[in-house]
C-alpha cells in the first residue's frame, strides 16, 4: 500500500498545499517544500485513487469536485486561507476547489493546469483541441480497461511529455504509469465535462501565478493562456523549451518565482523565462 502523505513542517500561520498530478510522486516536489517551508507550513495531500487508500469506489460519475472536497477534508477548517500550487490535473483540483470556496485561497500557483473544459471557450480551433484531449481521454480510459495496454499507454504518455517519450522510459518508469492508469482516465474525463462559465473564471480576484512549457503540446499551452487572460489577478510565465513537466525540469528557474509569488501574494506582469 502506498504511504499516506499528509507532511507539514514547522508551526507557520499559512499554508502551502502541493497538489501533483496523477503520476508524480510526493517527493519530486520535495526541493520546494523545504524552501516554502521557510516561512510556511507544507501540506502535500492525497487525493482519491483506484487502487490505494483513499480509494474511489464508483457509484457516480467521478467529477473534480470529488477530489476538491477530499482535498477540504484534509485541511484544518481554522487554519485560514491556504496558498494552492497544482501541477496538471493537480492545478484543475486547486481550481475547482478555488471556485467553491475562493475564502479559503490565499494564492494559486498552477503548473499548467489540466482545464480542459476551458477548450470549450475557445473561437480558434478549440472544438478540435477538445476532440484532440477526448481521443487521449479514450486511450486512457480503454487501456484501464484492458489487459492489453501498451499501445493506449504510449499515446497518453507521449501527449503529457511531447515526441516519443514512452520509449526513452525505463521499464520500472512504464509500470509506474501503468498503476497511475485507471484513475488518470477518470481524471481525463473529470476535466472535460467540467463546464464552467466564463464567469466563474472570472470572478476568480485571487493572486495567480500560471505556468506553461512553451514545448508543452497545444491544448496545454492553450488552456494556460486562456486562464491567464481572464482571471483577474493571473500573470502568465512562459518557459522557453520546457514541457509539461517543468515543475521538475525547470525547478531552478521556478522556484524563486513560487516562493515570491506566495509570500508577496500581489499581481505581476506576463513574463518569459
Request: glycine content about 6%; overall charge neutral.
Amino acid at each position: 500500500m502506498r504511504e499516506s502523505v499528509q507532511k507539514t513542517i514547522g508551526l507557520k500561520r499559512e499554508i502551502a498545499v502541493i497538489v501533483g498530478s496523477t503520476a508524480s510522486s510526493p517527493y519530486l516536489w520535495r526541493k520546494m517544500g523545504m524552501a516554502l517551508s521557510e516561512t510556511h507550513d507544507v501540506m502535500v495531500p492525497n487525493l482519491w485513487n483506484v487502487q490505494f487508500e483513499p480509494r474511489w469506489r464508483g457509484g457516480s460519475r467521478f467529477s473534480l469536485m470529488d477530489d476538491a472536497l477530499i482535498l477540504k477534508s484534509q485541511l484544518d477548517e481554522d487554519a485560514g486561507p491556504v496558498h494552492l500550487i497544482g501541477h496538471s490535473y493537480g492545478g484543475a483540483v486547486a481550481l475547482r476547489f478555488a471556485r467553491e470556496w475562493p475564502e479559503r485561497v490565499a494564492s494559486l500557483t498552477l503548473f499548467e493546469p489540466a482545464m480542459f473544459g476551458v477548450l470549450r471557450f475557445l473561437q480558434d480551433n478549440g472544438g478540435n483541441l477538445f476532440k484532440e484531449v477526448y481521443n487521449v481521454a479514450r486511450m486512457a480510459t480503454t487501456a484501464a480497461a484492458r489487459s492489453e495496454q501498451k499501445s493506449d499507454v504510449r499515446h497518453v504518455v507521449n501527449f503529457w511529455h511531447g515526441g516519443d517519450a514512452w520509449s526513452t522510459m525505463t521499464d520500472a518508469e512504464k509500470e509506474g504509469v501503468f498503476l497511475t492508469v485507471p484513475k488518470m482516465g477518470l481524471e481525463f474525463l473529470a476535466t472535460l465535462w467540467e463546464e464552467p462559465a466564463h464567469a466563474d473564471y472570472a470572478a476568480l480576484d485571487i493572486p495567480t501565478l500560471i505556468f506553461r512549457g512553451a514545448d508543452a503540446s497545444i491544448p496545454m499551452q492553450r488552456v494556460a493562456y486562456r486562464l491567464s487572460r481572464v482571471m483577474p489577478q493571473a500573470t502568465l510565465c512562459t518557459f522557453a523549451g520546457a514541457g509539461h513537466m517543468l515543475p521538475i525540469t525547470h525547478a531552478e528557474q521556478a522556484l524563486p518565482l513560487v516562493i515570491n509569488h506566495i509570500r508577496n501574494k500581489r499581481h505581476a506582469r506576463r513574463i518569459a523565462a
